[in-house]
């Protein structure tokens, strides 16, 4: 079976055309290699695939040829990707609106201390 299409019968992606789309980007490996689309999978093997910014780690139990409800699929796949950090170990990102125009010099100078760069030694 292509993983392309299991990946999207395993209901990790939303179509078939997104599925291809990430194994052309490179985030998606069998057994530790860069997977193409019509590469094939089989029972027992390890998929990581790069969802949102975060890796999955996903076993293949049962190789689906159509999209089937979510708990078939969940079936199909065992999951053992690991829990997400909590939310305070994740660091906090400064964003500035889109459109807003260039900082001034005191937004700057506030986002390089945010940031921890303010350049004091």
């Known amino acids: 079976m292509r993983i392309d299409a299991w990946l999207w019968a395993v209901r990790q992606?939303?179509?078939r055309s997104a599925a291809t789309a990430a194994c052309r980007a490179g985030h998606v490996r069998v057994?530790?290699?860069?997977a193409k689309a019509a590469q094939t999978v089989r029972p027992g093997d390890?998929?990581?695939?790069r969802v949102e910014g975060f890796d999955r780690h996903l076993i293949v139990r049962l190789t689906l040829v159509k999209?089937?409800?979510?708990?078939?699929?969940?079936?199909?796949?065992?999951?053992?990707t690991p829990p997400p950090p909590?939310?305070?170990?994740?660091?906090?990102?400064?964003?500035r609106d889109r459109g807003s125009g260039r900082p001034t010099k005191r937004?700057?100078?506030?986002?390089e201390r945010l940031?921890?760069?303010?350049?004091?030694?």
């Open 13 to 15: 992606f939303k179509t």
């Open 31 to 34: 057994n530790g290699e860069r």
């Open 46 to 49: 390890e998929v990581r695939v």
């Open 67 to 80: 999209r089937v409800s979510a708990t078939v699929a969940a079936t199909a796949v065992e999951d053992r």
């Open 86 to 95: 909590p939310r305070e170990s994740v660091p906090i990102v400064p964003v």
């Open 107 to 111: 937004e700057r100078r506030d986002l």
């Open 115 to 121: 940031r921890g760069r303010d350049g004091v030694a």
